[in-house]
């Protein structure tokens, strides 16, 4: 059974984020909440008729939330804000990222920009994209007269 190439360049991208993700974390701790920059966990469906976009935003409140549609290109942007703790903590671990993000999804085809549905619940958006009429055939009466 043979893998498709899109299969392949997800895992390495994962693989990629992991290594990095790791990197990060030989800092001091506390830098963690300074500028971390993440990308938030994303999955796509496709169907004929539709594309269902969930991204993972635990924490992030919805009025911090952007969504931009250009054609096959959704963007998902936002801000997650660091927790207002009371008085110090020294950390042991921190592996929550907090700040800015922005996620960009190439879509199969162009959406239609007046048919787009986002919904925000549980620490999840769903979004859901339908693909634009471009170029849609259309058949032509040929009028004319015969000639003899």
């Known amino acids: 059974m043979s893998q ?12 990629v984020e992991r290594m990095f ?6 800092r001091h ?9 993440w990308v938030p966990s994303a999955d796509l469906m496709v169907s004929e008729d539709s594309a269902h976009v969930v991204l993972e ?8 939330v952007r969504v ?13 804000d660091t927790p207002r703790e009371p008085g110090r903590a020294d950390y042991h671990r921190a592996e929550i990222f907090f700040g800015e993000f922005r996620r960009t999804i190439e879509l199969p085809w162009e959406a239609d ?6 919904r925000y619940r549980n620490g999840m958006l769903d979004i ?20 003899g």
Do not use: M, W
């Open 57 to 64: 935003l635990a924490g992030v409140p919805p009025e911090n």
């Open 21 to 26: 993700h790791g990197l990060i974390y030989h």
């Open 68 to 80: 931009t549609l250009r054609g096959r290109i959704l963007e998902v942007s936002g801000r997650r």
């Open 128 to 147: 859901v994209l339908h693909p634009a009429v471009v170029n849609k055939p259309t058949d032509v009466t040929v009028e004319g007269s015969h000639s």
């Open 113 to 118: 920009e007046d048919r787009v549905d986002a």
């Open 4 to 15: 498709h190439p899109d299969d392949t360049l997800d895992r390495l991208q994962r693989e």
């Open 29 to 37: 701790p506390s830098a963690h909440f300074c500028e971390a920059a």
